[in-house]
């Protein structure tokens, strides 16, 4: 298995050395991803495929058994490569492989858990820093400094959406030689689409910025927005990720008034961060409904964050919401 990297890829990287480290990391990461495709490829012919592994992780989320396998294959594949440490969705603290290593990475092994048993796309996402002298200095610290932000989806194509800060750029496995192909060397989101994701049910729960955006949106040709919108939502914030990416779009997991969800369900190291990176990368726009995802910096390992990023123009209509509301 191997990824046929494009010409000019991570040449925005300082040194051939750190663009050398991160290639075989992140073909240590796409070995990994071949092999969780196959076990959801499989889904309920292993018995404990979507079972509950009956533990829970740090956020107090009830871990399936395959969100704990796939942690299992990604920190086994992180142990071979030129990582010195490791943070996981599913890890309460911060993992060291080998302090004399020069890279950080941190992952949702399994992203969009509520579908496994459903046979909906799901994915892995992942980021990629330098090391610094500590595992806590290496990755409390804001998403700009990301080396890589990049996300693999297991669906009707097995993919990897992936930035170095040059660009976001779309591979796709070819299962004929194993090997993940460059299908897309620049993708680019639309200033402006007509689609709108967000899970509804929560409408109770939401700010009154959040409730003004998404009523003009239900409103569309009859309302500011001139135009009949579309909704869609997966729960799998890779599938969501990557229509916006390819269709336009607005994402939005606000915060709401349910105990827990006061950042909203995201969190900012491993799902919010890189994501954010890849978006930006395509030219669209990411927030916590105001200020940009990449300024913030982590302070502490699991933190959500409120997370809309999608389309510029729609993204900038949550904040100028968010701006009336003050
Ligand atoms: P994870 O399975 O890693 O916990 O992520 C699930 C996230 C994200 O993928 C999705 O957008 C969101 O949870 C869905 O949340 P709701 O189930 O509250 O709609
Ligand atoms: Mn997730
Ligand atoms: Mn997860």
Redesign the pocket.
């Known amino acids: 298995m191997s990824i046929e990297f494009s010409s000019g890829f991570a040449q925005n990287l300082k040194t051939a050395e750190l663009r050398q480290n991160v290639k075989i990391t992140l073909t240590a990461l796409a070995h990994s991803a071949v092999e969780i495709s196959l076990l959801c490829a499989r889904g309920p012919l292993d018995t404990a495929f979507g079972a509950l592994a009956g533990s829970e992780n740090a956020d107090g989320?009830s871990q399936k058994a395959l969100?704990v396998l796939t942690d299992e294959i990604i920190t086994a594949a992180l142990k071979t490569v030129p990582v010195a440490y490791y943070a996981s969705?599913e890890q309460d603290d911060l993992i060291t492989l080998d302090t004399s290593k020069p890279l950080a990475v941190a992952s949702?092994p399994?992203?969009?858990?509520?579908n496994i048993d459903t046979n909906v796309s799901?994915g892995t996402i992942f980021s990629i820093f330098e090391a610094k002298e500590s595992a806590h200095a290496s990755f409390f610290r804001p998403g700009t400094e990301q080396l890589v932000g990049g996300f693999f989806v297991y669906g009707p194509q097995t993919s990897l959406v992936i930035t170095t800060g040059n660009g976001t750029e779309l591979y796709v496995l070819d299962r004929a030689d194993n090997r993940f192909k460059l299908a897309i060397a620049k993708m680019n989101i639309v200033e402006q689409a007509k689609e709108y994701a967000i899970?509804a049910s929560?409408f109770q729960h939401w700010t009154s910025p959040t409730r003004a955006y998404i009523e003009e949106c239900q409103m569309g040709k009859n309302g500011a927005l001139g135009e009949k919108q579309n909704m869609r939502?997966?729960?799998?914030?890779?599938a969501?990720a990557n229509r916006i990416l390819m269709r336009g779009g607005i994402f939005l997991?606000p915060q709401d008034d349910r105990k827990g969800y006061e950042l909203g369900?995201?969190r900012l190291l491993y799902?919010a961060a890189p994501v954010a990176f890849i978006i930006e990368q395509a030219g669209g726009l990411a927030t916590d409904g105001t200020n940009r995802i990449l300024d913030k910096k982590l302070e502490t390992l699991h933190e959500r964050i409120p997370f809309v990023f999608g389309s510029k123009n729609q993204v900038n209509r949550v904040k100028h919401h968010h701006d009336i509301k003050t």
């Open positions: 989320d969100d969705e949702d399994l992203d969009g858990s509520s799901i899970n929560n939502w997966i729960g799998s914030l890779v969501d997991y369900r995201l799902e």
